[in-house]
C-alpha cells in the first residue's frame, strides 16, 4: 500500500511534499489513468460511471446483493497535501485485495471508488452527488468553478453533462459507505488518539449581510453624526466570535469577507456587504444559533443607526453518521488494541450527499499539527496503516 501511495504522490507533485491535482488538471487525468492501471494490474474488475467516478467492484457476495461502497478522491486543492482523499482510495483498494486474496466470501459486495471532484475545482462533490440522484441540470450551468470550465473539464475527461446526470444509482444497490480520511483538524492529536470515529459531517449555512448607513465627507463629518456601516459590520464580527465560544462549542462561525462601499479614505462607509458562514453537527443547535446570530446582527445595526438586509444563500443540513457503523469502527479498534474518540467532521465529505442513499460512516486518522489543504498536510505513515486497517476490520465486521 505505501508503494502505491507514494507512486500515486508523484502525480501533480509540488516538490515541497504536496501534490497540484485539481479536477480534471493533466495531473489529475494521469493519476486517474495510473489508477486504472493499478486496479487491473493487481486482477481486479475497473469500473467507471457517467460521473468520471472511478473503482473497482469485487463480487464477494450473493450476485444480487447490493454493494459496501469504500471510497475517497483522487482530486486535490490547488496545492495540496498528499493524504487527502488519496489515503482513503488506496485503503479501500488495499481492503479488495486483501479480500480477495484470501477469497472471502462476505454477505454483500464490495466496490471502491474514487469520487469526482471531491474538492470542488468544478461543482464540489459532483461525483458523490451524481452517484446519490442530486445532481441538477441548474447546478451543471451555474457550478462554483465557472461554466466554462466544467464544460471543458466534462469533455477532457471524455464525459458529458448528460453522462454524469445519468449516472445515479438505484436505491437499495448499496449496502453502505465507508471512508477513511485524514483529520484535517487538531483533536485527535491534543487528545492522543489513534482513531477518530465520526459522529457527524457538519452542516453548513452561509448568508450575505449588507449594514447600511450613509456617505459622508470623512473629514468634515463629526463623530456624533455618522451612519458607519464599519461599525455594524466589526462589532457583529466581533459578537459573532464571542456568541459561538460561550454558547456554541461545538460550532464554528467565519466572517470570510467584506466588501465597504463606496471603499475610499475619505468617505464614511455607506454599505458594508459581509460573508457569513456557520457550521454545526447538530440540526437543533444550528437553528438556534442561525437565530442568534441574526440577532446579533439586527442588535449591531440598530445601536448604530444602520439598516440590515440579510440574503440567505444556502443551508446543507448536519449529516449524522450511521450508528451501526460507528458501533463497528468502536469494535474494530478495540480488537486492533488502538485508541479512538468520537468526534464531528468539520470539512465536508463525499459522504454527506450518499446519506439518503445508504447508512455511512468515516474513520479519521490523525493529521500532524492539524495542517491540510497545504503541502504542510502530514500523517505519520503507522497512522495510515492503522487506520487502513480499521477500514478492513470494520469491513470484515459489517458483511459478516
Ligand atoms: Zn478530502
Not at 477518530?196 to 456624533?224: C, E, K, N
Not at 459573532?240 to 466588501?259: I, K, Q, T, W, Y
Amino acid at each position: 500500500m505505501r508503494s502505491a501511495f507514494e507512486q500515486l504522490a508523484q502525480f501533480g507533485a509540488t516538490g515541497d511534499g504536496g501534490v497540484n491535482r485539481p479536477t480534471f488538471s493533466e495531473a489529475h487525468l494521469a493519476a486517474r489513468a495510473w489508477f486504472r492501471e493499478h486496479i487491473q494490474t493487481a486482477g481486479l474488475d475497473f469500473r467507471t460511471d457517467g460521473a468520471g467516478n472511478h473503482g473497482s467492484y469485487l463480487p464477494c457476495g450473493p450476485e444480487d446483493a447490493p454493494a459496501l461502497l469504500l471510497g475517497s478522491h483522487l482530486d486535490s486543492v490547488p496545492n495540496g497535501g498528499r493524504f487527502d482523499g488519496a489515503l482513503g482510495v488506496m485503503a479501500a483498494l488495499e481492503v479488495l485485495k486483501t479480500i480477495k486474496e484470501h477469497e472471502l466470501r462476505r454477505r454483500t459486495n464490495l466496490e471502491v471508488i474514487d469520487f469526482t471532484d471531491e474538492e470542488g475545482t468544478l461543482v464540489g462533490l459532483l461525483g458523490s452527488a451524481a452517484l446519490a440522484g442530486h445532481l441538477s441540470p441548474d447546478l451543471l450551468q451555474n457550478p462554483r468553478g465557472g461554466r466554462s470550465q466544467l464544460a471543458a473539464g466534462l469533455q477532457r475527461a471524455g464525459l458529458s453533462d448528460e453522462s454524469a446526470l445519468n449516472a445515479a444509482r438505484p436505491k437499495g444497490s448499496l449496502a453502505g459507505y465507508l471512508e477513511l480520511h485524514i483529520e484535517q483538524g487538531k483533536r485527535l492529536e491534543s487528545l492522543g488518539k489513534q482513531i477518530g470515529i465520526v459522529t457527524a459531517i457538519v452542516g453548513i449555512w452561509s448568508y450575505r449581510l449588507s449594514f447600511i448607513g450613509r456617505a459622508d465627507h470623512a473629514g468634515s463629518t463629526t463623530m456624533q453624526d455618522r451612519l458607519d456601516a464599519s461599525l455594524g459590520a466589526s462589532a457583529f464580527t466581533l459578537t459573532a466570535r464571542e456568541l459561538v465560544l460561550h454558547d456554541f462549542p461545538s460550532c464554528v462561525v467565519n466572517v470570510g469577507r467584506m466588501d465597504f462601499v463606496p471603499g475610499a479614505f475619505n468617505i464614511v462607509p455607506e454599505q458594508v456587504v459581509l460573508a457569513l458562514e456557520f457550521r454545526s453537527p447538530d440540526e437543533d443547535e444550528f437553528t438556534r444559533l442561525d437565530l442568534a446570530l441574526l440577532d446579533r446582527a439586527r442588535q449591531e445595526a440598530t445601536r448604530f443607526g444602520l439598516q440590515l438586509k440579510i440574503e440567505h444563500l444556502g443551508k446543507h443540513a448536519p449529516v449524522p453518521m450511521d450508528e451501526n457503523i460507528q458501533g463497528a469502527i468502536a469494535h474494530a479498534c478495540d480488537d486492533l488494541k488502538l485508541t479512538h474518540a468520537s468526534l464531528a467532521s468539520g470539512a465536508g465529505h463525499d459522504g454527506q450527499s450518499l446519506a439518503d442513499l445508504c447508512p455511512v460512516g468515516m474513520i479519521f486518522v490523525p493529521s500532524v499539527a492539524g495542517a491540510s489543504h497545504s503541502p504542510r498536510e502530514f500523517t505519520q505513515w503507522e497512522d495510515c496503516v492503522n487506520g487502513a486497517n480499521v477500514l478492513l476490520q470494520t469491513v470484515l465486521r459489517l458483511t459478516i
